[in-house]
């Protein structure tokens, strides 16, 4: 149990929500550039990888400058990358004006379009843009380490998830506006947004989708650090299911399922049971809101199937 619960390290939301916000908010200047791309079902073009050293954007093709954005959690900086140059902006300390300040001065130096707009979005009560967000912040590395191994740990589970479904499924990756870490699922069924939702949701809810993910702030206004899932359109019958791991329940006023990351670092392979967890949503997808259980293919062993005769037959005369 000791060595099962080092690797999963307890989070501390307290101790970890100003370095949540602050980072949430600067990837955000980067992560403005996706939305020049063209628009992927449920914004699956938008999210940032997340690497060995933190998060990055996509590779950036315009026609004069190729480039990408390294957030590097773990060293304290951001990497901005391109086919003729690199520059790299320290993240020690200062404000989110000051860093978006650097970041635009850094892009003009290296060839790239600014951003197209500094507006701040998807959090509650901020500043209206970069530019006025003047508050100083403090770098934590313990902090950003312990996000980085949190948000790694759960990428693993959730990609392992992703692996047998054959339709349509965005990378694994960090939605840089609410900043939770998204694995969806879709299926081409015309569905109809709420008409007062916001312009970015009434996109996301074009088609039905299930998905599943980890935040540090899985339900508003609650400290809460964990694995959430839900299935849009929201259907009934989600009420006393079991969702797979002991302890994941149904928050019916959230519309969420929800898998607290203390109850999964304790279970005794949370790998795997994050693949549970995700099994148990979509099978409820399957009974309560008939999505084709056909979809989902089988989990096969790659580096098996490598070393039998037959598959090493064939490449020899391939």
Not at 224 to 245: F, H, K, T
Request: aromatic share 10%; hydrophobic share 40%; proline share 8%.
């Amino acid at each position: 149990m000791s060595e099962r619960l080092d690797a999963w390290p307890e989070l501390d939301h307290a101790e970890l929500a100003p370095m949540v916000d602050y980072v949430n908010r600067i990837s955000q200047v980067a992560g403005k550039y996706t939305l020049d791309y063209p628009f992927e079902a449920g914004w699956g073009n938008v999210v940032l990888e997340v690497t060995p050293r933190g998060l990055g954007t996509p590779v950036f093709r315009h026609p004069d400058v190729t480039f990408t954005v390294h957030y590097r959690l773990l060293d304290g900086d951001v990497v901005i990358e391109t086919d003729k140059d690199e520059r790299r902006l320290p993240l020690t300390g200062g404000s989110v004006a000051a860093f978006y300040q650097a970041f635009c001065d850094a892009a003009v130096e290296l060839g790239m379009p600014r951003p197209r707009t500094s507006l701040i979005c998807e959090i509650p009560d901020s500043p209206a843009t970069f530019e006025d967000d003047r508050a100083e912040r403090t770098w934590d590395p313990h902090a950003a380490r312990l996000m980085w191994q949190a948000m790694n740990m759960a990428s693993s589970g959730l990609e392992a998830w992703q692996a047998p479904f054959l339709g349509h499924r965005p990378r694994v990756g960090v939605m840089w506006g609410g900043f939770d870490l998204s694995a969806t699922r879709h299926r081409a069924q015309p569905t109809t947004p709420p008409k007062d939702a916001p312009t970015f949701m009434q996109n996301a809810q074009l088609n039905a989708y299930v998905s599943v993910g980890f935040s540090f702030k899985n339900v508003p206004d609650r400290p809460s650090i964990g694995m959430y899932a839900y299935i849009w359109p929201q259907p009934d019958g989600l009420e006393g299911r079991s969702w797979g791991v002991d302890g994941a329940t149904w928050e019916a006023d959230a519309g969420l399922v929800l898998l607290p990351w203390d109850v999964l670092r304790r279970t005794e392979d949370p790998h795997q049971a994050i693949v549970m967890f995700g099994d148990a949503v979509y099978q409820a997808a399957i009974d309560t809101a008939d999505w084709p259980s056909d979809l989902v293919g089988p989990r096969v062993d790659g580096w098996r199937a490598s070393r039998t005769p037959a598959s090493t037959l064939q490449h020899m005369h391939g």
